[in-house]
């Protein structure tokens, strides 16, 4: 009954005016300075069903309750049996801030990704050494996240105006409806985690 009581206060949360309206000086200053197209922070992420490493830019929205993400990720052929190549937007939604003592915050996440991988190990076509049918379609999926993540802002803003830390468990759309559906030999491995960072201007 608990876990249902705060499905239920999250979007009464989410919509407050308190929530909505929750941004510092600093950033709506930055905002006013930095024309549309310029993003608002770079991402670094380790893992997470994107590559093993990877990098982009990113854009607040909605008032910086949202985020939106450009990303390449690569994958060394030592880690993936193949050298990979990921390219994903990827959207991140705070459901809310809560302030601790003042100085520290922490906002739980849920967002989504789709992405893009070229190269001999995906397909966007079934090859012919398959029966029709076997296989879907694997150069694009999807991502499902849930998270936290803590902002800090530094005391002197040089090149960089504030440090924002997350992790996540994620996983690809696709494990997760058919392990749903299956009725036998469920894998319990269909979860990824990963580790962040994103460098505000």
């Given at each position: 009954?608990?876990f249902?009581?705060?499905?239920?206060?999250?979007?009464?949360?989410?919509?407050?005016?308190?929530?909505?309206?929750?941004?510092?000086?600093?950033?709506?200053?930055?905002?006013?300075?930095?024309?549309?197209?310029?993003?608002?922070?770079?991402?670094?992420?380790?893992?997470?069903n994107?590559?093993?490493?990877?990098?982009?830019?990113?854009?607040?929205w909605?008032r910086?309750?949202?985020?939106?993400?450009?990303?390449?990720?690569y994958?060394?052929?030592?880690?993936?049996?193949?050298?990979?190549?990921?390219?994903?937007?990827?959207n991140?939604?705070?459901?809310?801030?809560?302030?601790?003592?003042?100085?520290?915050?922490?906002?739980?996440l849920?967002?989504?990704?789709?992405?893009?991988e070229?190269?001999?190990?995906?397909?966007?076509?079934?090859?012919?050494?398959?029966?029709?049918?076997?296989?879907?379609?694997?150069?694009?999926?999807?991502?499902?996240?849930?998270?936290?993540?803590?902002?800090?802002?530094?005391?002197?803003?040089?090149h960089?105006?504030?440090?924002?830390?997350?992790?996540?468990?994620?996983?690809?759309?696709d494990?997760?409806?058919?392990?749903?559906?299956?009725?036998?030999?469920?894998?319990?491995?269909?979860?990824?985690?990963?580790?962040?960072v994103?460098?505000f201007?």
């Amino acid at each position: 009954m608990k876990f249902l009581r705060i499905l239920y206060i999250i979007p009464l949360m989410l919509f407050t005016p308190e929530f909505c309206n929750a941004q510092s000086e600093r950033e709506v200053l930055n905002k006013k300075k930095r024309e549309w197209y310029k993003p608002d922070y770079i991402k670094i992420q380790f893992a997470g069903n994107i590559g093993f490493m990877s990098i982009g830019a990113g854009y607040n929205w909605w008032r910086d309750v949202a985020q939106t993400d450009l990303i390449y990720g690569y994958v060394p052929e030592s880690k993936g049996n193949a050298t990979i190549h990921t390219f994903t937007i990827k959207n991140t939604f705070g459901l809310y801030k809560f302030n601790i003592r003042g100085k520290y915050n922490i906002s739980p996440l849920l967002g989504f990704s789709l992405s893009f991988e070229p190269g001999e190990n995906s397909f966007g076509n079934l090859p012919d050494k398959y029966p029709e049918g076997y296989y879907g379609r694997n150069c694009f999926y999807a991502c499902l996240n849930l998270g936290l993540k803590s902002k800090f802002d530094f005391a002197e803003e040089r090149h960089f105006s504030s440090l924002e830390v997350y992790s996540e468990i994620n996983t690809v759309a696709d494990y997760g409806f058919y392990n749903t559906i299956a009725k036998e030999d469920r894998n319990n491995i269909i979860y990824s985690y990963a580790l962040g960072v994103n460098l505000f201007f």
